[in-house]
C-alpha cells in the first residue's frame, strides 16, 4: 500500500511538471504500469470539439480495441460514471471495445477536471476468470483524477502559449513570437 501511495506522489508530481502531452506520455508509461501491475491500458483525449476522443497515451502493449471514437460510442461518457464490461448484473461492453474479446473485462472511467470531461481512462483485463477486485477499482478511480486533473493542466496551458502568440483575430503570430 505504502508502495502504491509513492508512486501516486511521484505520478502527480511528475505530471504537474509535464509541458505537453508527449512529455506526460512519458511519464504515464513509466509509472502507469507499476501502479497497475502490468494492466494494459491508454487514455483518450477528447478534442476541443468534443466530437471525437483518440488514444494518445497508451502503456504495456498497443490498444487493442478502437483508437478514435465518438463520445457516444463509451458507456462510461453516457453515464457520467465509470463502466466495467462484466459486472455481477450485466455483460455490455462499450462499442468502441467491439474489437476486443468480449470474455475479457474492460474498465472506461472519464476523466474530468475543473467541470469539464477532458478524456477517458480505459483498462484492458485480460483475464477471464475473475472480475475486477476492489482494490483494483479504486486504484483506477484514483489515477483517473491524478490523469484528468494533469490533462486538463496541460491544455490549458498549451492554450494560454498560444494566445500569448498569436493574433485571436487572424490567427498569425504577433510581437512577442518574433
Known sequence: ???????????????????????????????????LDGINGCVSIMRESHNLLEVEIDWKEAWPAATAFSPQDCWALRKGKFHLSREKNHSLSCSHMSELNSD????????????????????????????????????????AEHLGLALANIRLQEKLRSQAMRDPLTGLYNRRYF
Do not use: W
Open 1 to 35: 500500500r505504502t508502495r502504491e501511495i509513492e508512486l501516486l506522489r511521484q505520478l502527480a508530481n511528475m505530471l504537474a511538471a509535464c509541458k505537453n502531452i508527449s512529455e506526460a506520455q512519458l511519464v504515464v508509461k513509466d509509472i502507469a504500469p507499476r501502479i
Open 104 to 143: 475479457y473485462t474492460t474498465m472506461c472511467i472519464p476523466l474530468t477536471a475543473h467541470g469539464h470531461t477532458v478524456g477517458v481512462f480505459h483498462l484492458y483485463f485480460s483475464d477471464t476468470d475473475t472480475f475486477v477486485p476492489e482494490e483494483t477499482k479504486q486504484l483506477a478511480f484514483t489515477l
